[in-house]
């Protein structure tokens, strides 16, 4: 019975309070603006052609996987919408900067011009990030109540696999049409695509065991049975039975 009523107690508030998750929450914010401000400089990975946001960009599928897993989809959606904010605070402050008066000793034009040279980027990476990362987190949890929470790894794997397709296509198109030539754009947006899954499956072991681990701490294991996924609903609460932790 006591067990009962901390588990009951858990599901109201835990979340609610959690130093975990708000540190989650912060961390994939921070990770979705320096990877958006890092994509306008092409690398290479593996042999393929990539934007040097890309391996640190697969990091914020793991988390919104995490957040989504254990504290539920409508957490996850309060991280995405943290992080579309706080990247379109730091891209409006850029602008602010470009029309800045500088001091006439000092040659800004360069620094201006690369932050005028990323702005086509981070419209695009923005743009990609509202379609993949709702899309990822949707499917996450759709597939942990379809799988009764087993094969996490298979779950996670699948649901980043089809949120990174719709996030490559959307930010290779955006980003770069017009810049490259059509064969050229096909073959980055496919090795994007390669860098991030391939990045993804590697960590993949270290991030199930963390799930697991974080699981326990928490004592949260959330199940969106009931869940509206209205992406621009921002309600957090859920029902205590919505905690299935064992």
Known sequence: MQAVQQTI?????????????????SF?????????WFDL???????????????????????????????????ARLAI??????????????????????????????????????????????????CSEPLNSFVMAKLKIEFRGQFMGGRFLLSTL??????????????????????????????VMIVKMTIYFLALPFFLHFAKKLKQKEHMDIYDKGTKFNFFRLDTHYAPTANQFK
């Open 81 to 130: 919408w943290w992080g579309f904010f706080f990247n379109l605070f730091v891209f409006v402050y850029g602008q602010l900067v470009i029309l800045m008066p500088s001091l006439d000793h000092y040659h800004t034009e360069i620094f201006d011009t690369l932050l005028k040279a990323n702005n086509r980027a981070i419209v695009a990476g923005l743009l990609g990030y509202l």
């Open 28 to 36: 994939y914010a921070v990770v979705l603006v320096l990877s958006n």
């Open 41 to 75: 400089r092409l690398i290479k990975i593996f042999g393929l052609v990539a934007n040097s946001g890309t391996p640190i960009f697969a990091l914020t599928f793991f988390l919104a996987n995490l957040i989504t897993e254990i504290y539920g989809y409508k957490y």
């Open 162 to 191: 089809i949120a990174s397709v719709a996030d490559s296509v959307v930010f290779g198109f955006i980003a770069f049409y017009g810049i490259f030539d059509q064969k050229v754009l096909i073959s980055m947006i496919f090795g």
């Open 9 to 25: 107690s858990v599901a109201q508030g835990s979340a609610n309070c959690s130093s975990r998750l708000w540190f989650l929450i």
